[in-house]
């Protein structure tokens, strides 16, 4: 997930040139050690935006690891969190397929408004989600 209200992603907008030939590699926080080199990553923008929705996709490039904790007050306490590093193949201000039509097509199968990064899609929603996106990349 991104919230533009909780975390700043530097040079956001001139990301829209990424694609599977020339990704564009970033760190990203998840709650979950279980992504694997390979998996499909997803990054939706929520919050207090007029847009919400998928906005970035790509692939899993490392296992997790443990570094210092995005959100500097956690870091002055000590606190880590866990990262996986992600070639990003589209990212786009506009997003590939809205919070609402998430909504609409999955109902309650899916939650698409979680709090922390590094959620699984389920298996059944995943089938029917990534032709969809692929087809708008």
């Given at each position: 997930t991104w919230n533009p209200k909780y975390f700043d992603w530097p040079?956001?907008?001139?990301?829209?040139?990424?694609?599977?030939?020339?990704?564009?590699?970033?760190?990203?926080?998840?709650?979950?050690?279980?992504?694997?080199?390979?998996?499909?990553?997803?990054?939706?923008?929520?919050?207090?935006?007029?847009?919400?929705?998928?906005?970035?996709?790509?692939?899993?490039?490392?296992?997790?690891?443990?570094?210092?904790h995005w959100d500097p007050r956690r870091v002055d306490s000590g606190q880590s969190c866990w990262y996986v590093k992600v070639a990003m193949e589209h990212v786009d201000e506009t997003p590939l397929i809205s919070r609402d039509e998430l909504?609409?097509?999955f109902g309650n199968r899916q939650m698409w408004s979680p709090f922390s990064s590094g959620i699984r899609i389920i298996e059944d929603v995943a089938e029917e989600l990534v032709p969809l996106l692929d087809g708008r990349m």
């Open positions: 040079g956001f907008e001139g990301h829209s040139q990424a694609t599977q030939a020339d990704p564009i590699m970033m760190e990203w926080s998840t709650n979950s050690r279980k992504p694997c080199v390979g998996d499909r990553a997803y990054r939706i923008r929520l919050g207090d935006t007029e847009d919400p929705g998928i906005i970035a996709a790509g692939r899993i490039e490392s296992e997790p690891f443990e570094a210092k909504n609409e097509i």
